[in-house]
């Protein structure tokens, strides 16, 4: 099985320090759908591991995620592109959940959904936290610069041997040149 773990907010769409609250702030990064696309052309599953502390924290409800996603689906429709699963924690982080990057129950969940290692899958991020979940569950973690990528960078903290991309369409023609 070809698969891509992906996350959300910083990778697939721009982030915002204030959370992505209403279908209306989801805007894709550019290039960041047609690549996704393109790995869908390629053979690959593609999944969305993300964290939505703002329905723990409030700021949104379960309605409006799906309404979020929804958009996302529909413009990525619209390319030709398919994300297969979107797995999410919606805990803050002092509920002490093991679903919380940079906790790896987000990766054990679709470890055991799929009934597979995660051994080697890239997972492309833009945090220290999805960097660190990525190792933890024995996938290969890529940074990218976009969303918290180039704070992530600045700080330099634990990325040794990482690579990393301007951005999520960088790192999908990398990854597909090499096949």
């Not at 894709?28 to 390629?42: H, K, T, V």
């Not at 933890?136 to 704070?151: D, F």
Request: charged share 20%.
């Amino acid at each position: 099985m070809k698969l891509i773990i992906l996350d959300r907010d910083g990778v697939i769409n721009e982030d915002s320090d204030d959370y992505i609250k209403s279908p209306e702030e989801w805007i894709p990064i550019p290039g960041s759908l047609e690549a996704i696309a393109r790995l869908n052309l390629a053979g690959y599953q593609v999944v969305v591991l993300t964290n939505q502390s703002g329905i723990g924290r409030g700021l949104f409800d379960m309605h409006t995620l799906n309404a979020i996603h929804q958009k996302m689906y529909q413009h990525l429709n619209i390319v030709g592109g398919n994300i297969d699963a979107i797995f999410f924690c919606p805990h803050t982080p002092d509920d002490q959940c093991n679903c919380r990057k940079p906790a790896a129950g987000l990766f054990q969940q679709l470890e055991k959904r799929l009934n597979i290692k995660l051994q080697g899958i890239p997972a492309v991020g833009d945090s220290l936290r999805d960097i660190q979940s990525a190792r933890t569950a024995g996938a290969s973690p890529v940074l990218v610069r976009t969303g918290k990528g180039e704070r992530t960078l600045a700080d330099g903290e634990d990325l040794q041997g990482v690579p990393v991309y301007a951005n999520l369409a960088e790192y999908v023609n990398q990854l597909l040149m090499e096949e």
